[in-house]
């Protein structure tokens, strides 16, 4: 066990580039968004100073608008692909033009919550400066991508989801063509299997939006209306909910009333919203592709998420588990990103079937929440030890437990010393 807890130090170490963290070396070199919220939360389990630090780098990437991008490109590097040229964005820093999950306003909480806890000086001015910085954010979200109200907030692309080639998106993105007007030079296969990771085709309609992104000048509202891809997202949305809740209690804690209500206001929409897309029939949560109008049917993990910010009725919370249980009980690793054996399943590439610490993560907090403990021990469990067997890999072959995708990875550190904590 310490000789773990003593790797996930040694890892989150290596990959610090001067107060924030690489998810890992040459793969994703830079800050990415989601990654520095897992790893702030990692942080705050023993050294809080750093946790703070590693938000507060992050939000150094924010736009006026209060968008708070998915890479913020700190120092050059020349081993990832897309760089800063092929973004074409006007942030000071350079930073991609898209966002990721809000776990921000999660990370913050267990940020200020420890710091609390350990009387650490100036936690308070600290938090109240971050905390400005994720309600600008929630603001942008309801405001750039959820112009209608609807109380769901769509993506653009799907590398916002943080599930790039997830199922979940073949139908919207094949509407996507695949031409660019940038030249697609991978790097990522020159650091791992190509078998893991999305393929040629799924990267051209990537960067076809990329491109046509830029062409709007990264203008929400003309990105909007111009956009083949958009999706009103059940896994962002829930995390945004719960991570809405997290920053209301922090601005109550604070004593910022207004800023209280107003976060409640957008609580309450998308929790009503989020409930509205339960499907009995399925025992889980769908998306909605905004194009075509449909239901996004395919069965991935982002169908469970919302437990994360739900209260759920019994019969409810009973489906999902019994559904969770089908889908994990034959597996070395749970929680499969795919239903196992459906086509679209591929136990190693990437987000099409991969178990992930993160999202494991994600899920233990819903299944606590919902009052599912021991559901919620099996999935810890087996997320710890399939880090101790295989190491702090980027995510694991559900099948046979395998290591997967780049090695001594951040969020993966970070997921170990919260779950073990
Ligand atoms: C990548 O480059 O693989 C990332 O997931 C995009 O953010």
Redesign the pocket.
């Known amino acids: 066990m310490t000789k773990h807890f003593d790797e996930a130090y040694r890892i989150l170490a290596a990959n610090d580039r001067g107060g924030y963290t690489v998810p890992t070396d040459r793969?994703?070199p830079f800050q990415?968004n989601w990654d520095s919220a897992f790893v702030a939360m990692g942080f705050a389990t023993f050294d809080i100073d750093r946790a703070y630090r590693e938000l507060e780098r992050l939000t150094e990437g924010q736009w006026a608008d209060g968008m708070i991008p998915?890479?913020v490109f700190h120092q050059p590097s020349d081993t990832?692909?897309?760089g800063p040229d092929v973004w074409r964005t006007s942030h000071t820093i350079p930073t991609?033009g898209i966002t990721?999950p809000p776990v921000f306003g999660m990370a913050l909480r267990a940020v200020h919550e420890a710091a609390e806890k350990a009387g650490t000086k100036n936690a308070k001015a600290r938090t109240l400066a971050l905390f400005q910085a994720g309600l600008k954010w929630h603001r942008w979200w309801y405001k750039a991508r959820d112009p209608d109200g609807t109380g769901l907030v769509a993506l653009l692309h799907p590398?916002e989801s943080?599930s790039?080639n997830s199922p979940a998106w073949d139908i919207a993105l094949a509407r996507v063509p695949t031409t660019t007007d940038t030249a697609v030079v991978r790097k990522?296969t020159g650091h791992v299997d190509a078998a893991m990771?999305?393929r040629d085709e799924d990267y051209r309609r990537?960067i076809h939006l990329v491109d046509t992104y830029a062409a709007c000048g990264w203008d929400p509202v003309k990105q909007w209306e111009k956009t083949p891809f958009k999706v009103a997202e059940v896994q962002t949305t829930g995390i945004l909910l719960k991570a809405g809740e997290d920053l209301e209690h922090i601005a109550k804690s604070l004593g910022l009333e207004a800023e209280a209500q107003e976060l409640a206001n957008y609580n309450d929409l998308t929790h009503k919203a989020l409930l509205a897309q339960w499907r009995p029939e399925l025992s889980r949560f769908v998306s909605r592709d905004l194009i075509s109008g449909e239901d996004i049917e395919a069965p991935t993990q982002a169908g469970f998420i919302p437990l994360l910010g739900l209260d759920l009725g019994g019969g409810m919370v009973d489906a999902a588990v019994a559904e969770m249980k089908l889908w994990s009980n034959d597996m070395k690793v749970a929680f499969p990103t795919t239903k196992p054996f459906v086509e679209s399943w591929e136990p190693k590439r990437?987000w099409r079937g991969p178990a992930w610490a993160i999202i494991n993560w994600l899920l233990i907090d819903g299944l606590n929440r919902n009052s599912q403990p021991e559901m919620a021990e099996a999935l810890r469990l087996s997320t710890v030890n399939a880090i101790e067997k295989e190491g702090f890999a980027e995510y694991f072959d559900p099948t046979t437990g395998e290591g997967c995708g780049g090695l001594g990875f951040s969020w993966t550190a970070a997921a170990y010393l919260w779950l073990s904590r």
């Open positions: 793969l994703y990415w998915h890479i990832y692909f897309p991609s990721q590398w943080g790039d990522d990771r999305p990537f990437y």
